[in-house]
DNA sequence: ACGGTTTGGTTTATAATATAAACTAGTTTA
DNA sequence: TAAACTAGTTTATATTATAAACCAAACCGT
C-alpha cells in the first residue's frame, strides 16, 4: 500500500510547473514574458504551453501587437485547481515526518 | 533574467523523491519496504536506487537475512542536503505571490 | 529597395528518463 | 520434484524533455 499520491505528470515538469506558477500568481501573460521569467528556449516553452493547452489548463490566444505576433497564455479554472492538487500531493513528498 | 532555480533532476522525480522522502526519515530501509511504500515495481525501484547510489546520496548494503537476499538502503549526509536544497528550490515554484 | 538582423514564434529531430517486461537465482510449499 | 513465490537485476520500449532547425514577417542601414 503506497503512501505517496500521484503527481499529476503534467505539473511535474519542471517548465511547466513554472509556467503554471507565474499564471497562478499574473492571470495572463505574454509568450515572451513567460520565456524570460523561465529562461526556456522559445522551442520548448511553445511545446509545453500547447500540452497545458491540451489538457486544458491554459488558454492560448494569438493576435497582433505592434505589427508583431503575440501569443497570450491564460490560466483556466482547471488549471489553477490542477496546481492546487499537484502542490497538495507533494506536500506528501516534502514535509518528512520525523 | 530566470525567476526559478533548477531542480535537481535527480530528485524530480516521482519515484526517487518518494524513496529520499522515505530515507530522511527512517534513515535506512530494505528495498521491500521501499517497494511497498512507494508502490513502485521491483524493476523500477532497482534502477532508481542504483541512480541514487551513483549520486552518492544512498549507501546500498547487499546481505541475506532468512535466507533471502536482502537490500539495504541509507542516507547519506550528501543525500539529506540534496533533498533540503531540493524541497527549498522548490518552494519558489509552489508559493505564489499574490 | 535589397540584404542582413531581429522578433516571435512552430516543427522536427534527438537526447534523456521512466517504466514495464523479461529474466536470474534461489527458496518454500504441496 | 514441480509449481509458486521471494527478491531482486537487466534490457527493451514508451514517454518526455530539450535543442536545433526552420518559418514568416518586420526592422534597419546603405
Do not use: W
Not at 505539473?11 to 503554471?20: D, F, K, Y
Not at 504551453?49 to 492560448?60: F, G, R, S, T, V
Amino acid at each position: 500500500m503506497s503512501d505517496f499520491k500521484d503527481l499529476d505528470p503534467l505539473l511535474h515538469s519542471q517548465l511547466r510547473l513554472a509556467v503554471i506558477s507565474l499564471l497562478v500568481s499574473v492571470k495572463e501573460a505574454e509568450f515572451t514574458f513567460l520565456k524570460e521569467k523561465t529562461n526556456a528556449t522559445a522551442g520548448n516553452l511553445s511545446v509545453q504551453i500547447q500540452k497545458l493547452k491540451d489538457a486544458n489548463y491554459i488558454e492560448i490566444t494569438k493576435q497582433f501587437k505592434d505589427n508583431y505576433p503575440q501569443t497570450m497564455c491564460k490560466i483556466t479554472k482547471t488549471g489553477i485547481e490542477a496546481f492546487e492538487a499537484y502542490v497538495r500531493d507533494l506536500r506528501q513528498y516534502l514535509d518528512v515526518k520525523k
